[in-house]
């Protein structure tokens, strides 16, 4: 007997795991068909690594551009070639002269949106080759830079040589990109000792489960303690409940008119806003898109007017024994 699953799993990943030897695990262990991570944790790295199953992996581009917030250890002193501890040293300056209040100034300056290289031994491509083949060749290469925001960065601990700090910042930052710019800010050099993942959008280490008690699991209902559904995931977007006729037409790819939506339960909201639809029976329906502002709805006429489209569906999200 099979049991199917829908939704996000949150993995407290341990360190020396890929974020694909995770989607590995789970898929065999459990029998997933289609599971795929959102965003990439560096096997250096532990923390909150959300595993999208089924029918969750249709939520991936709606949570994906998610900020993260990360705890990290920063060495100043040593640069290395991947630029944390794995690497090989590249680099050695004296840090022996630096105060702390030239080291909170300096982390300061990265707030905001800055620019940033990414390492070489990262998933980027670049002219349709991935960095870390290249950079296990001993071939570096050109990168172009990318921008991304710091929305928080603070000192928590100085213990020279060694830097705790905690930074949530946009999707794509690198972290340990970041640990080296401000080592060379401050004129040392600098690579990370430790780096976990916080939080991953909505999700944080509370609702991650342990990577030994995953490994003591072997049923796929057993996840379902730890499992978040498709509507819980998407609990920033707002929501509107459908009837069965609605679902109906929504499932056969027919926008929502005027007349079906009730207007003392939606909030005001602008044209290109995404909702979540659901009904008691299936669970999330449809992420839908705003074709025009409330300010433009009379209520009461307008009746045809399409005001949301479809942009995503969703089959019933149920668990299904075979």
Same mark, same amino acid.
């Given at each position: 007997? %099979? #049991? @199917?699953?829908?939704? *996000? *799993?949150?993995?407290?990943?341990?360190e020396g795991k890929t974020s694909l030897d995770v989607v590995r695990e789970i898929k065999?262990?459990?029998?997933? %068909? /289609? !599971? $795929?991570?959102?965003g990439t944790l560096d096997p250096f790295a532990t923390g909150v690594l959300p595993i999208a199953i089924h029918e969750g992996t249709k939520l991936v581009p709606f949570l994906e551009q998610e900020p993260k917030e990360y705890e990290a250890v920063l060495k100043l002193g040593e640069e290395t070639t991947t630029d944390d501890l794995s690497g090989e040293v590249t680099l050695r300056r004296p840090w022996e002269n630096l105060r702390p209040e030239s080291m909170h100034a300096v982390f300061q300056n990265f707030l905001g949106r800055i620019q940033q290289i990414p390492p070489m031994f990262s998933a980027v491509k670049v002219d $349709?080759? @991935?960095?870390?083949?290249? !950079? %296990? @060749? $001993?071939?570096?290469?050109? @990168? /172009?830079? %990318?921008e991304v925001e710091i929305f928080n960065i603070q000192i928590e601990e100085i213990d020279l040589p060694r830097i705790r700090f905690?930074?949530?910042?946009? /999707? $794509? #930052?690198?972290?340990r990109s970041l640990g080296r710019d401000i080592g060379r800010r401050l004129g040392c050099g600098g690579h990370l000792l430790y780096l976990r993942r916080l939080r991953s959008g909505p999700f944080d280490l509370k609702q991650a489960i342990p990577w030994e008690r995953l490994r003591e699991l072997s049923k796929a209902e057993d996840l379902e303690p730890w499992l978040i559904s498709l509507r819980e995931a998407l609990s920033g977007l707002p929501e509107i409940i459908g009837d069965d006729r609605l679902v109906k037409r929504l499932r056969f790819g027919q926008g929502m008119a005027v007349r079906d939506l009730s207007f003392r339960d939606l909030p005001v909201f602008e044209k290109g806003q995404c909702f979540k639809m659901t009904s008691p029976e299936d669970g999330l329906v449809a992420i839908l898109r705003s074709e025009v502002n409330a300010s433009d709805i009379e209520e009461g006429g307008n009746g045809g007017l399409v005001a949301f489209r479809p942009v995503r569906l969703f089959h019933q999200q149920t668990t299904v024994r075979s």
């Open positions: 007997m %099979r #049991t @199917r699953i829908d939704g *996000l *799993l949150i993995v407290d990943k341990p065999h262990r459990f029998q997933v %068909r /289609k !599971a $795929g991570h959102i $349709g080759r @991935r960095l870390y083949r290249l !950079a %296990r @060749r $001993g071939v570096e290469v050109e @990168r /172009k830079q %990318r905690r930074v949530s910042c946009s /999707k $794509g #930052t690198y972290i």
